[in-house]
């Protein structure tokens, strides 16, 4: 007979509702903020108001879920930020010289694949700290920028002709049928993910290099190998969503994709809010840059800036953190 057949009915429901308070009552709790800001600013859920949140919630997706995997094997990416910067500058100047417009999409992911091989190479196989190691890449990729741009100059496209910028602009500013184009390319980014870290080899051995990295090793996996590549995909979607940002906005700038840092780290820990485990999950990164994404939306449209986004962000993070602690203790 179970302990908990021994119970009085409403002290079996009492641990039930507890129970479910502790797996998904900050879900819940999010849902209840976006109510208010529906409540309080009517527009919030109108059908022009969600697809400007899927646009922008898009490409925090994408960088966010190469973040995802290097978290899941006990990594973490400072660099991400700065190489969606990069790529989107070289994207912008490689549109306003004239050159092929495969060339402005190719260039830019070949960029972040390099700059994934590095991540690589140093924290895989020379063994710096993650943490240090991207921190200094990051700061590299500035300086970069910054002699590239003259000092921070912004590489400025919607005021080209639009014979020059209109297949490039297309990706953020149009249409593919009914649905804008940039949330088709951040859903068949997010199968893609999806697929690779559910159903291969490499999902299998992420998930034992996060786990325990001795036992991993025991088991024959190629700890460094399974490493590396998180940062080489971290990399590669940095960039996809670097050039994605700027054809959305037909500027690039030295700086302009840092502030999607934060907001990649917490849809990245807002997901685990959606395991049971609170362990971070593609579905669950997917969940939190939404939440982001109406989170800010919501903001803007009550006449809160910047301080209050950050300061949300922040509490959310401590928040999934604290949430996933106690679920694993438990």
Do not use: C, H
């Not at 922040?314 to 438990?330: Q, S, T």
């Amino acid at each position: 007979m179970s302990v908990s057949s021994n119970l009085p009915k409403s002290s079996t429901a009492s641990i039930s509702v507890l129970g479910l308070l502790r797996d998904y009552g900050a879900i819940l709790g999010m849902i209840v903020v976006l109510g208010i800001f529906w409540y309080l600013k009517p527009a919030f859920l109108s059908a022009a108001n969600i697809e400007n949140v899927f646009r922008q919630s898009g490409i925090v997706m994408i960088m966010a879920l190469g973040l995802t995997i290097v978290m899941k094997m006990r990594g973490v990416d400072l660099s991400i930020a700065q190489t969606a910067d990069a790529a989107g500058l070289i994207a912008a100047m490689l549109i306003i010289a004239k050159y092929p417009i495969w060339m402005a999409f190719a260039l830019p992911l070949l960029f972040g694949l390099v700059v994934g091989l590095v991540n690589a190479v140093l924290m895989a196989y020379v063994g710096i700290p993650a943490i240090i190691g991207t921190l200094g890449m990051m700061f590299i990729i500035r300086w970069g920028e910054l002699m590239a741009t003259n000092g921070a100059e912004p590489q400025i496209l919607f005021t080209l002709p639009r014979s020059v910028t209109r297949d490039f602009l297309w990706l953020g500013q149009k249409d593919l049928g009914p649905v804008a184009a940039l949330i088709v390319l951040a859903l068949v980014v997010f199968l893609v993910v999806f697929v690779v870290m559910r159903f291969t080899p490499f999902a299998r051995y992420a998930k034992a290099v996060g786990s325990n990295v001795r036992a991993a090793f025991l088991a024959g996996i190629d700890i460094r190998l399974t490493f590396g590549l998180g940062f080489v995909i971290a990399g590669v979607l940095a960039a996809l969503a670097g050039v994605a940002l700027v054809s959305r906005t037909g500027i690039a700038m030295p700086r302009g994709a840092e502030p999607f840092l934060l907001d990649a780290f917490a849809a990245a820990y807002l997901g685990t809010l959606a395991s049971r485990q609170g362990e971070m999950s593609i579905p669950g990164t997917l969940m939190g840059a939404l939440f982001i994404g109406f989170l800010s939306n919501g903001l803007t449209l009550l006449g809160l800036g910047a301080p209050y986004r950050y300061a949300l962000n922040g509490g959310f993070i401590l928040l999934a953190m604290a949430i996933g602690a106690l679920k694993r203790k438990n």
